[in-house]
């Protein structure tokens, strides 16, 4: 049985409530010919008005018909070294993000930044699945993308600090990580402009493959792009798809539709709210997935990337999560309704996978927080590390800047133009 098949999720009973008396529709995942195996909740997500449908194997759903009154039941699907990383990566991110507050009003943190308190189950769930090999692609929500993909927490606090340890050297800041030996693409500031980068990059490992016969044993590298459902409105998006089905590019685009963008709510921006139907309009599988439990998203990454290295082609996941925080440290989120973020908070990933762990006999309390209390030193430690580390040189200021290290912020001496004491007199003759 295809991952990509769906299954009910069991929602709170605040959901049901505000659900009563409405009359559930059914919607098709992935393709058309996928619709007849496909059941629907009659349950609502309480902005998008559809069905809260997910994607998972029969693994972990139960072998009762979806039409009985039982809901399924799931299955220890994940080992203990696979909890316990699981667990380790979500807590890795949330305490950061934390400490990104703390530093942020301190001031020691400048410009916008931008927290991914609530979405964890969704970087972990794909990238832990993804090998050293493989890319992602960010947006300026990018400092857990980062961490999962195994930056260290100093080198990323460090540029959050500005400082020239940091992993673009103080010089990409909040929005813009990156980091070659991870194959972190970059986070990107401007919506969209990431889908095009993310395409390339699995444009790149195709014809590796294909034109230079740099074949790989265990097939593809695989490309993950991150953004937003704002960002699915915009034409890179659309273009990109296009492209990615065309030439069957190694490529999983990941919604994280937050439900907001900055404050404007999804439903009220885009004409057609649900998200995965994108997918099968260019003719690739569309996924509609609950983000806020990792061992669902993880059960759909683990398909959508084995397709993808095995050069199946694309897939469009939308992972419907909730951000806990607003937009960023400078939005007060006065702008959507408390019992709406009531009800996500009722759902923090965290706190769902940390029961799970427990109740399946995986790891126990006193391992939890111990994994706990190793993040908070390995945090402190990251803090310690970018307070005391030093500013990037005025010398920096151009690189980066031009290819050509006979460029433009080089002089006939060989030495930096901006090292000229009179730089700043008059530009005109630089």
């Given amino acids: 049985m295809s991952a990509f098949s769906a299954v009910r999720i069991p929602f709170p ?3 049901a409530a505000r659900s009563a008396g409405e009359k559930p529709s059914s919607h098709f995942l992935c393709s058309p010919a996928a619709a007849p195996g496909i059941h629907s909740s009659p349950l609502r997500s309480p902005r998008l008005g559809h069905p809260p449908l997910a994607v998972s194997s029969d693994v972990l759903s139960s072998q009762k018909p979806l039409g009985s009154n039982s809901s399924p039941s799931y299955q220890a699907v994940i080992s203990r070294d696979e909890a316990l990383e699981l667990y380790e990566d979500m807590v890795l991110g949330r305490f950061f993000e934390d400490m990104c507050a703390q530093m942020y009003y301190r001031g020691k943190m400048f410009g916008f ?4 308190n609530g979405q964890e189950a969704v970087s972990t769930g794909f990238i832990k699945l993804l090998e050293t090999r493989d890319s992602v692609v960010s947006t300026y929500r990018d400092h857990v993308h980062a961490l999962s993909k195994g930056v260290p927490a100093r080198a990323v606090m460090a540029e959050l600090f500005g400082k020239a340890t940091g992993c673009c050297r103080g010089q990409g800041g909040s929005m813009h ?3 070659e030996p991870h194959n972190l693409l970059g986070g990107f500031a401007f919506i969209g402009e990431g889908i095009p980068v993310a395409t390339g990059a699995a444009f790149s490992s195709k014809y590796r493959y294909e034109v230079l016969k740099q074949a790989k044993p ?3 590298d695989v490309t993950v792009a991150f953004f937003g459902d704002g960002t699915c409105n915009n034409g890179q998006f659309f273009e990109c798809l296009n492209m990615a089905q065309l030439w069957k590019l190694p490529i999983v685009f990941v919604v994280e539709n937050n439900l907001w963008a900055i404050g404007m709510s999804h439903v009220r921006a885009t004409s057609d709210p649900e998200i995965w139907k994108k997918g099968p309009a260019f ?10 439990d990792v061992l ?6 683990m398909e959508a990337i084995a397709r993808a ?6 897939t469009v996941v939308e992972c419907e999560t909730y951000r806990f925080r607003g937009h960023s440290l400078a939005d007060p989120d006065e ?3 408390a019992d709406e973020k009531s009800h996500y908070a009722a759902r923090d990933p965290i706190v769902g996978l940390k029961k799970y762990v427990l109740e399946k006999n995986l790891a126990s309390e006193s391992e939890l927080k111990a994994t706990e209390k190793k993040i908070d030193d390995i945090i402190e430690e990251a803090v310690e590390f970018a307070d005391s580390s030093p500013l990037p040189p005025r010398s920096q200021l151009l690189e980066n800047v031009f290819a050509d290290p006979k460029g433009f912020g080089i002089g006939p001496d060989g030495k930096y133009r901006c090292e000229d004491p009179k730089f700043t007199e008059g530009t005109a003759q630089v």
């Fill in 177 to 179: 990580m990156f980091s």
């Fill in 309 to 314: 290295r095995n050069g199946e082609g694309p």
């Fill in 296 to 301: 669902k998203v993880r059960e759909v990454a």
């Fill in 283 to 292: 003719g690739m599988p569309g996924v509609h997935v609950d983000g806020m």
């Fill in 113 to 116: 930044v931008h927290l991914y």
């Fill in 13 to 15: 009973a605040v959901v």
């Fill in 218 to 220: 265990d097939g593809l």
């Fill in 335 to 337: 702008l959507r309704n």
